[in-house]
T-cell receptor, first 112, second 115 residues
């Protein structure tokens, strides 16, 4: 079974601070992709960052970076210099067997 | 093309009625996915199309659900004899070809409430 687990249902961070969201996954494939998606309230999901499993280098996108630990099947998201607009649900997802598998999400609150 | 669009955004229906949702993907995308999301949960896979072919359907999906994608363009998801347990957000996503098929673009979803 392909599973994605997010163990933090909700987290809070002070504006301008750094926060890390955790994710673990399980897959039997050797080639796969991992993602973090952001879902603001009542708005569509948008891609935050993507990691190809065959790449050892951790992906970065401006203030967003990941810590990809392939052996541990861990894929955490670090948000630096948090902004009020970062407040949303964040979903970790894997892509294998031609479809996406999502975790249950982490709600991120950003305090001014 | 401004992205994936879904219609309607909200639907309230009485139990036992049939409902149909529409998804218009990004025009050059050949893959189209349907997902269902309930409150406090992540999206759950329902089915996906490659062009007009429905390649996979979740085993969790009852026979009351059917999806089509005629001519490989827009897609419809129909739920027959709706039940209260069908209340959820129905999400559509599309992706491109080759390595681009790993980047899915989502619509805003159709929120279904069965009363």
């Amino acid at each position: 079974a392909q599973t994605v687990t997010q163990s933090q249902p909700e987290m809070s961070v002070q504006e301008a601070e750094t926060v890390t969201l955790s994710c673990t996954y399980d897959t039997s494939e050797s080639d796969y992709y991992l993602f973090w998606y952001k879902q603001p309230p009542s708005r569509q999901m948008i891609l935050v960052i993507r990691q190809e499993a065959y790449k050892q280098q951790n992906a970065t996108e401006n203030r967003f970076s990941v810590n990809f630990q392939k052996a541990a099947k861990s894929f955490s998201l670090k948000i630096s210099d948090s902004q009020l607009g970062d407040a949303a649900m964040y979903f970790c997802a894997s892509y294998n067997f031609n479809k996406f598998y999502f975790g249950s999400g982490t709600k991120l609150n950003v305090k001014p | 093309d401004t992205g994936v669009s879904q219609d309607p955004r909200h639907k309230i229906t009485k139990r036992g009625q049939n409902v149909t949702f529409r998804c218009d993907p990004i025009s050059e995308h050949n893959r189209l996915y349907w997902y269902r999301q309930t409150l406090g949960q992540g999206p759950e896979f329902l089915t996906y199309f490659q062009n007009e072919a429905q390649l996979e359907k979740s085993r969790l999906l009852s026979d009351r659900f059917s999806a089509e994608r005629p001519k490989g363009s827009f897609s419809t998801l129909e739920i027959q004899r709706t039940e209260q347990g069908d209340s959820a957000m129905y999400l559509c996503a599309s992706s491109g070809v080759g390595w681009m098929n790993t980047e899915a673009f989502f619509g805003q979803g159709t929120r279904l409430t069965v009363v």
